[in-house]
């Protein structure tokens, strides 16, 4: 039989404490506590991607599937392509109506443009350039307000909205809007199965975005302030236009002239 009296067989362990207080014993102990948080995050984020989203009530009230009252103010956009006119809440984003009432009665967006249509899903209008890339742009309004979040308005088509960056490290970032605006259409059919959207948004959202389309991800994030309920075929114009590379107009879109009036004046 083999004498092990010499082989490390025999050589005595060094103690559990003395291997913990290791240089090696940190180094894998550090690798397998980050592995360990990179597999929890992951699963974490996959359980959220199938959860209902945060945030979202469980009773909500559709302003803007409801008649505008005569009173209640509208925004009217003359554009090269046609007429637009959409419905203002001030009640559910008084600060940005407020913002926005005041910069249509001063003139801003008198010769402004629809600088970007993104895969047909959205507009970007009222900025002072076409190019969507265009910074610094003279006599461009800076202000930025802080997103007004409201239960009863959502993105769903025809809505109006404003975003202009956030401020802050996440989770604790804000939102903000300012002078330039989007239209919100539709996004690909594949991502409004009602099922899917249901789960994620709830029954009453869920089937709203089902059978009005809107883009979903935009809910609770930007200020909705505005709902187009006249000149689809301008709206429709806008969002099948011909873009370059940069998602600008091949062909310049632009409001001519904006002004306010309510809903009583302004009935189709």
Do not use: H
């Amino acid at each position: 039989m083999k004498d092990n009296s010499d082989s490390t067989y025999n050589r005595p362990r060094k103690p559990l404490k003395t291997l913990m207080s290791s240089p090696t014993f940190a180094k894998y102990l550090g690798i397998s506590l980050v592995a360990i948080f990179v597999i929890l995050l992951f699963v974490g984020f996959i359980w959220l991607a199938g959860a209902k989203k945060p945030g979202i009530p469980k009773d909500i009230y559709f302003s803007q599937l409801e008649t505008p009252k005569d009173d209640q103010p509208v925004v009217v956009f003359e554009t090269n392509l046609g007429k637009i006119k959409a419905v203002l809440y001030p009640d559910d984003a008084p600060k940005y109506c407020e913002y926005f009432t005041n910069l249509v009665n001063s003139g801003y967006y008198d010769g402004t443009s629809f600088c970007a249509v993104v895969d047909s899903a959205y507009a970007l209008g009222g900025t002072k350039s076409p190019d969507p890339n265009a910074t610094e742009v003279e006599g461009a309004d800076s202000t930025a307000i802080e997103a007004e979040i409201s239960n009863n308005l959502w993105p769903i088509k025809g809505a109006m909205c404003s975003f202009i960056g956030s401020k802050g490290i996440w989770p604790f970032a804000k939102n903000y809007a300012g002078s330039t605006f989007l239209f919100v259409n539709d996004i690909d059919d594949a991502y409004m199965d009602e099922g899917a959207l249901v789960r994620a948004y709830g029954e009453q959202l869920g089937k709203v975005y089902s059978e009005k389309g809107g883009i979903p991800n935009f809910s609770r994030k930007y200020t909705i302030f505005a709902q187009i309920y006249s000149g689809w075929d301008v709206f429709d114009s806008i969002m099948s236009a011909q873009v370059l590379e940069t998602s600008q107009p091949a062909e310049d879109i632009t409001i001519e002239n904006a002004y306010i009036s309510t809903y009583g004046e302004e009935k189709d």
